[in-house]
Each structure stands twice: as C-alpha cells, then as structure tokens.
T-cell receptor, first 116, second 118 residues
C-alpha cells in the first residue's frame, strides 16, 4: 500500500521569504501523480500544484514550485515570496496512475504560519 | 463556474442518531468522491462514484455508512447510527473523469461538513 509522510507538523516563514515543505512517499509503482493541496481555515482544499511521475521537469505555478526526486521518493514544495494569504495547512497527496480508482492518499499535513 | 456545494456546513448530533450530508458536484463532472478528515489528519477516501455507479467503497464502514448518487449528479452520505469516532469533516470532491488519472482527474473540493458527535 502507498503511504505519504509529511515530517514537519508546523512551519513558519517571514513574509516575502522562501519556505520549503517536505514530503516523502512510498510506492512500488512507477507511474503515479503527486499533488500539493492547501487547506485554509475555511476547510476548502485547493489544488496548488501537481506533478506527473513520468515527467523529469519539476512543476511550477507562479510562486510555487516542487523539487521532485523520483529515486528518493521525495516531493517538496517551495513557496517563494511568501504572502500572508499563504498561511494554511498544506497536504501532500499521491494518486496511482493504474486503474480507474482516483483515490488520493494524503499525508497528515504541515501547518504553515506566515509572520508579517 | 460554480464550485462543489455541500450542506450543511456544521452538524452536531448525539451518538446513535442519524445524519445525512448532501453534495452537488461541479456541473458535468462524472466522478464524485466522499472523504473523511479526522482532526489532525489528511482526508481519507470513503467512496468514489463514476456517474451513478460505485467505483471504490473499500474504506466505507458499510455497517453504518451509506451513500448514493441518484441520476449521476447530487450525492448523499448517511451515517446511521453515529458513533463518537465519526466526528470529523466530511469532504466532497468531484472531477471531470476520475478514470484516467490525467488532468481530467483533477479533484475539486467542497467546503466540507463538520460533524460533531456527542
């Protein structure tokens, strides 16, 4: 069974600085998808970024980028120029590329605080 | 484009009572998911529908939980009878087509229903 581990329960960053959130996963599959979701206090999960395992190039979305290390099974999220609105829970998630089951397997999350 | 709608936002019940949650996915989305998120954890899939058929309900406690998606649009999730450990946020998500894993499988989440069982 696949597992996702986020080893940092909480992180803090100064506004305008850069922070990196860690995520590792365990799988025997070679093809899969990885995601970072943001969950603000309103509870609505918002997709931040996604990465296809077959792509070597790291995904980027504006101030958000990932460092995908397939061999190490590592998928970290870098937030540049942090803003107060980035404060939220961040969840790393895994989805198998096999079959029709779209089950997202989530880590326990990292709570990010942004200091003004 | 309207997002995933859920109601109610909050529900407080006594143990052994029944409760139902409603979800309206994004228009045209064939795949609908119900997740349970216990405090301090990431969401866990309860059930996945493709149109009005069940794709995966392996983690649904079928002795007390049931779900349906009539006509392949709205869905309801029911708990009967509720236990203390059912206290959680219940998230509904939808995707255009969850069978492929490609971009059409991007899941969009609703605001969730926070259930407290006393």
């Amino acid at each position: 069974a696949q597992t996702v581990t986020q080893s940092q329960p909480e992180m803090s960053v100064q506004e305008a600085e850069t922070v990196t959130l860690s995520c590792t996963y365990d799988t025997s599959e070679s093809d899969y998808y990885l995601f970072w979701y943001k969950q603000p206090p309103s509870r609505q999960m918002i997709l931040v970024i996604r990465q296809e395992a077959y792509k070597q190039q790291n995904a980027t979305e504006n101030r958000f980028s990932v460092n995908f290390q397939k061999a190490a099974k590592s998928f970290s999220l870098k937030i540049s120029d942090s803003q107060l609105g980035d404060a939220a829970m961040y969840f790393c998630a895994y989805r198998s590329a096999l079959g029709s089951q779209g089950n997202l397997i989530f880590g326990k999350g990292t709570k990010l605080s942004v200091k003004p | 484009e309207a997002g995933v709608a859920q109601s109610p936002r909050y529900k407080i019940i006594e143990k052994r009572q029944s409760v139902a949650f409603w979800c309206n996915p994004i228009s045209g989305h064939a795949t609908l998911y119900w997740y349970q998120q216990i405090l301090g954890q990431g969401p866990k899939l309860l059930i996945q529908f493709q149109n009005n058929g069940v794709v995966d309900d392996s983690q649904l406690p079928k002795d007390r939980f049931s779900a349906e998606r009539l006509k392949g649009v709205d869905s309801t999730l029911k708990i009967q009878p509720a236990k203390l450990e059912d206290s959680a946020v219940y998230l509904c998500a939808s995707s255009l087509d969850g069978r492929t894993g490609g971009y059409t499988d991007t899941q969009y989440f609703g605001p969730g229903t926070r259930l407290t069982v006393l």
